[in-house]
């Protein structure tokens, strides 16, 4: 069973930077795609970012120019550079991978928070 650790969140002021970090391990030949999804009190998940096994990317609309995702999906570490930060990207994101897209596969979320 594949298992996905995320790491890097925290409390950062408006206008800093984090960088989230995320890690497979077991069954690591199921993914080909890695990726960050995240979910604000009252809101649905989101897609934030995603990055494939040929390194091609996409990001939502709300994080173009000031997120980051790079990484080797071929040796299943993806991580997710944050710049320019605003309160409304407090959430909880959660880690996802799988083949050909994301949700076959998560990890157990982790809490970034920014302060104004």
């Known amino acids: 069973q594949v298992q996905l650790v995320e790491s890097g969140g925290g409390l950062v002021q408006f206008g800093g930077s984090l960088r989230l970090s995320c890690a497979a391990s077991?069954?690591?030949?199921?993914?080909?795609?890695m990726g960050w999804y995240r979910q604000a009190p009252g809101k649905q998940r989101e897609l934030v970012a995603v990055?494939?096994?040929?390194?091609?990317?996409n990001y939502a609309d709300s994080v173009k120019g000031r997120f980051t995702i790079f990484g080797d999906v071929v040796k299943n570490a993806a991580h997710l550079q944050m710049n320019s930060l605003k309160p409304e990207d407090t959430a909880v994101y959660y880690c996802?991978?799988?083949?050909?897209?994301?949700?076959?596969?998560w990890g157990q979320g982790t809490q970034v928070t920014v302060s104004s």
């Open positions: 990055i494939t096994s040929g390194s091609r990317t």
């Open positions: 077991g069954g690591i030949f199921r993914i080909n795609t």
């Open positions: 996802s991978a799988g083949w050909g897209s994301l949700g076959d596969f």
